[in-house]
């Protein structure tokens, strides 16, 4: 196994792992896709730790399933390079990968090489719900947990309602906890050598003050130019799509918004239904908070059930909460 640590930047949907990932990929000895992965949890779930891997055949069936998982991810990352799988898998072969670790590390390697980086990291927030799974796969791997104040992005992701299944602000404010305490109880089994939260608002806040701890967490020389980061270009135009603001630099504004955006109503309910995690990371609540009671939080679980169903139904599946 490469004895560089693989990185895994991880948080809540719309908490600024992208921003994050930008930075990291400036960095000399870095190499993160500019895309989601999405395919290591259902690799693992459908075919374990250790599919056979003799044969390049065998290799070049499990790179088309991942093809096919993430199609975007190896148009973009892969198939720019590499336009022949056939040809990739022969190349992957000839080290030897064990197990299915092994091939994605080797495929990493290979694209990392390819970008004359010596170390690689993946940025697929939804993994924090699944470290359990990385560090099974990865044992010596490093996370990077980004937390941004759950009001802001509970904001972001109604504006993008449909692709994470989010259609009223509480459940915002429920998925948000799920994700942050999961990262949580996964940090407290790494320990601190291998898994580190970031405040987004404290990223931009003192971008390099954070960075050179991030850098420190890592083993990794500082370098400037994480901070003066290559914003994405048009072979991105999905991403500015979805993510505009990454392509603008560090954007010290960009906190808060849901003081003005959000209906005092929407705050109130969110802070009622997540207090104890807002205080616990220093995100002040707007006003002394009660319980919701058990009657409205029943409506709307059923209200988010039955738009959910109803975007299943009618709508492609997406791919954020895999």
């Known amino acids: 196994m490469n004895p560089e640590r693989p990185l895994f930047i991880v948080g809540a949907p719309r908490s600024g792992t992208t921003l994050l990932l930008y930075m990291l990929r400036s960095h000399p000895r870095l190499f993160l896709p500019g895309d989601e992965s999405h395919f290591f949890i259902p690799l693992y779930r459908r075919y374990g730790p250790q599919p056979p891997l003799d044969r390049s055949d065998q290799i070049q069936d499990l790179l088309q399933a991942m093809q096919k998982l993430r199609p975007v991810f190896f148009r973009e990352f892969v198939e720019a390079g590499d336009p022949q799988l056939a040809g990739l898998a022969r190349a992957l072969a000839a080290e030897r990968p064990v197990g299915l670790a092994g091939l994605i590390d080797a495929l990493y390697r290979h694209l990392a090489r390819r970008a004359g980086k010596v170390r690689w990291g993946d940025k697929t927030p939804y993994y924090v719900q699944h470290l359990d799974t990385i560090d099974a796969l990865f044992p010596n791997c490093q996370v990077v947990h980004l937390i941004r104040d759950g009001r802001d992005v509970a904001l972001s992701m109604l504006a993008r309602r449909h692709d994470f299944d989010v259609y009223n602000i509480y459940h915002a404010a429920r998925y948000w906890e799920e994700c942050v305490e999961a990262g949580r109880r996964s940090g407290r089994r790494l320990g601190p050598e291998r ?123 997406p791919v954020a909460r895999l």
């Open 195 to 317: 898994y580190l939260e970031l405040r987004y608002e404290d990223l931009l806040d003192a971008p390099q003050e954070q960075l050179e701890r991030l850098c420190d967490f890592l083993h990794e020389p500082y370098s400037e130019e994480i901070l003066d980061f290559e914003r994405p270009g048009q072979m991105d135009s999905k991403l500015l799509k979805t993510t505009p603001l990454v392509s603008q630099g560090l954007q010290q504004g960009n906190v808060g918004k849901w003081r003005e955006r959000m209906t005092p109503r929407q705050i109130a309910t969110f802070e009622r239904a997540v207090p104890d995690l807002l205080r616990a990371y220093a995100y002040p609540l707007s006003a002394t908070v009660a319980p919701l009671p058990l009657p409205l939080r029943a409506g709307y679980r059923l209200h988010n059930r039955v738009r959910k169903w109803f975007n299943r139904t009618f709508h492609q599946r």
